[in-house]
């Protein structure tokens, strides 16, 4: 069976074409045929070797975590899903721990001990093979009119559980508030899904990243009625003089010393939630900021992997969207390549420009 393997110890990435065809082992699990994988900066992190650790006793790890399959198969005690189903997956699978509630709980993206594994990323392989299986617990059903996009579900539940988090911070103030102004930070596919989003639970949103205009990502943000800014040529102190104080900003950049200057653009009260894993070390004086977040009772809120509920919110997302801005995430995915383009897409060699796309046929 081919698939794309990373070899930690060779510091090698290639195709591999002799990897075991899975086989159901339990009356819960469900094949699937892989179709689409989607690549993004884990990836990258993962084939520079930053990142990421194959399973135990193996030497390579299987790559992929965003993914379409199709179910082929499936077990006799699974319900509600038969052959032909589309499905994505979930990535992260809770530690063995009976200290750690949140993965006795059922909720392993909140995980204590940093013993979980995530498939494509750390101690399991992940989807970019011709087909996996997988336990129908960590399987989403999805409708079929959602084919073309259902590659960006993953990437979505970033926002849907991090808006779902804010929802409980907003408790915080003693008074009630609607949404109000959010400033996007990063114009790649978090941000924009993430814009998406913030505009569908009525925040009057800008995005804010670093290239000038005319590019695509802005034309992609700007086809959603959410106003491009390049940070190169608005500082933020600009930006809040321009569209107001943000109450929330999303950052999806992974740029340290980005992310902190922005935080000028926060308003009092705000809530600044971080998706970006920056990969490399800033110099930058954190003092001010800390003094702005706590005279202006601010928060900064970091967040990780997704829960089902967010696969969920994530697919009727999607659905939505769809409705409000057609054409709009099938004009995300700009590029799709073969398996043996993993390495050139995932550097930027072969990038079509926001969202790129592996295929198994």
């Given at each position: 069976m081919k698939a794309v393997a990373v070899f930690p110890q060779q510091r090698e990435v290639r195709v591999i074409t002799d990897?075991?065809?899975?086989?159901?082992?339990?009356?819960?699990?469900?094949?699937?045929?892989?179709?689409?994988?989607?690549?993004?900066?884990?990836?990258?992190?993962?084939?520079?070797?930053?990142?990421?650790?194959?399973?135990?006793?193996?030497?390579?790890?299987?790559?992929?975590?965003?993914?379409?399959?199709?179910?082929?198969?499936?077990?006799?005690?699974?319900?509600?899903?038969?052959?032909?189903?589309?499905?994505?997956?979930?990535?992260?699978?809770?530690?063995?721990?009976?200290?750690?509630?949140?993965?006795?709980?059922?909720?392993?993206?909140?995980?204590?001990?940093?013993?979980?594994?995530?498939?494509?990323?750390?101690?399991?392989h992940g989807f970019a093979a011709e087909s996996f299986v997988e336990d129908v617990a960590y399987l989403h059903r999805v409708p079929t009119e959602l084919r073309e996009v259902a590659v960006l579900t993953e990437p979505l539940t970033i926002a849907e559980k991090a808006?779902?988090?804010?929802?409980?911070?907003?408790?915080?103030?003693?008074?009630?508030?609607?949404?109000?102004?959010?400033?996007?930070?990063?114009?790649?596919?978090?941000?924009?899904?993430?814009?998406?989003?913030?505009?569908?639970?009525?925040?009057?949103?800008?995005?804010?990243?670093?290239?000038?205009?005319?590019?695509?990502?802005?034309?992609?943000?700007e086809a959603l009625g959410v106003p491009y800014v390049s940070s190169k040529e608005v500082r933020p102190e600009e930006l809040v003089r321009r569209v107001g104080a943000a109450d929330v900003i999303y950052e999806a950049a992974g740029v340290a010393k980005a992310a902190l200057e922005t935080l000028k653009a926060l308003g009092p009260n705000g809530v600044c939630i971080l998706t970006g894993v920056p990969s490399q070390e800033e110099p930058f004086d954190v003092a001010p900021v800390l003094k702005g977040v706590v005279l202006g009772n601010q928060v900064l809120l970091g967040t990780v992997n997704a829960a089902d509920v967010d696969f969920d919110m994530a697919l009727e997302d999607l659905r939505h969207f769809q409705a409000r801005w057609p054409g709009q995430l099938e004009r995300f995915i700009c590029s799709k390549h073969t398996p043996e383009d993993f390495c050139d897409v995932v550097t930027g060699k072969k990038s079509g420009g926001i969202k790129d796309v592996i295929r198994f046929i």
């Open positions: 990897a075991p065809e899975p086989r159901i082992q339990s009356p819960t699990q469900v094949k699937v045929r892989t179709r689409e994988v989607g690549v993004c900066g884990t990836d990258k992190e993962i084939i520079e070797f930053k990142h990421g650790a194959p399973p135990p006793g193996s030497d390579h790890l299987i790559l992929g975590h965003e993914c379409l399959g199709e179910v082929v198969e499936v077990g006799e005690a699974v319900k509600g899903l038969s052959r032909g189903d589309w499905v994505v997956p979930r990535v992260r699978r809770p530690c063995p721990h009976a200290t750690c509630p949140p993965c006795r709980s059922g909720h392993p993206d909140f995980c204590i001990t940093g013993d979980y594994t995530e498939r494509g990323i750390k101690g399991a808006l779902r988090q804010l929802e409980h911070l907003q408790e915080r103030l003693p008074w009630k508030i609607g949404p109000g102004r959010a400033v996007v930070l990063g114009a790649g596919p978090v941000g924009q899904l993430g814009a998406m989003a913030l505009v569908r639970r009525g925040y009057a949103t800008t995005m804010y990243s670093r290239s000038p205009k005319p590019n695509v990502k802005a034309e992609a943000s």
